[in-house]
């Protein structure tokens, strides 16, 4: 398992759901787990580009390559997959006292 935190300044990314609309998220870091990659997402407030600590969500979403060589986010169906991921966020938060 390969665990990467980012630099102090998170890259932002624009998401568009099934209905096309935009959404802003932080770039926290990426995961590697058994050759799949996942990213660690926090949801900005889109009016002003700012993270609610005190929420505290984060959004992890599978990286998945199309046909075509295109990245996509996906979300995570399989619950032991889940879970699996979930732990080990949480391991890499406990390490960096986030």
Known sequence: MTEEFLEEDFP???LVDEDGIEH?????AELEIENDKYRVL??????DEEYDEEDGEVVILKVIIDE????LLSDIDDEQEWEMVVEAWQ????????
Not at 42 to 47: A, S
Not at 68 to 71: H, I, K, P, Q, V
């Open 12 to 14: 932002i990314l624009v």
């Open 68 to 71: 075509e060589g295109n990245e």
């Open 91 to 98: 391991e890499l938060v406990d390490n960096e006292d986030l």
């Open 42 to 47: 926090v949801p900005l407030d889109e009016e």
């Open 24 to 28: 802003l998220f932080e770039l926290l």
